[in-house]
């Protein structure tokens, strides 16, 4: 089936403080992005990849470039102020795919199997599909002066990673009806539009790089894979 990839990398990074977008930010000697796109750019997983970049910044072009490989169409477009306009912004780049993976690209180690084990579920039947990990500290809901309201059952709660694999269809529906909604993955707007999300394993290593303690996290996990 004909699948696309957008590849979110608007973000500003101003967690990380490298002074850069976070997508230029270095993990061993390499960008965030590159590293990103050294996975989702294989004709495997997709056809086409679009990358979506910070509105008004060239500066993510040459790492763009360099990804380019056989067999995959990778095209870049301008974001927009909060994640879901940017992936709103690469949904309209996304041509006649039936399938759509969305993808974080500060989640730079993210394995292929991760992205194949979203497009299995896809394949099986899902409309949406989402990686995740059981989690591992007691999660409290507070009200606005911090005081817990509820202890959510610790065991079916799943913390979720990205690629987000869907319906290209339903997901452009999804974001058509969702107005300024202020939603943090793709998934939620999906949710609320009825559809059912599956829930597939996710892994460790696809952790979302946003302090600058995660990028010597993400140094020390690819020294350890190189022994
Ligand atoms: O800010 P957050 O950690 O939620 O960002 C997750 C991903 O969404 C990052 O890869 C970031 O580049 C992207 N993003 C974006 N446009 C924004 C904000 C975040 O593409 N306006």
Redesign the pocket.
Known sequence: ERTAII???????T?LGAGV???LAKVAGES?LAH?LRVAVDPELASRVVV???PGDGRLDASIEAARREGVEVLAVE?????????AAGLAQIGQARRVLV?????ALTSKAQYQRVQSALSNGAVAAVPGLAVVDTLKQVDRQERVTSTPDRSRLRAVQ?PQGFDAALLRRAHAAAGDSGA?DDAALMERNGSIVQVVEGEEQAL?I?HPADIAWAERWLQEQAV
């Not at 993808?103 to 989640?107: I, K, Y």
């Open positions: 590849v979110v990398a608007a973000g500003s990074g967690r977008p976070k997508a965030i990103a979506v970049t910070p974001g927009g102020q909060t994640r879901q306009e940017s992936v993808h974080d690209a500060a989640r990205t943090t979302k946003t």
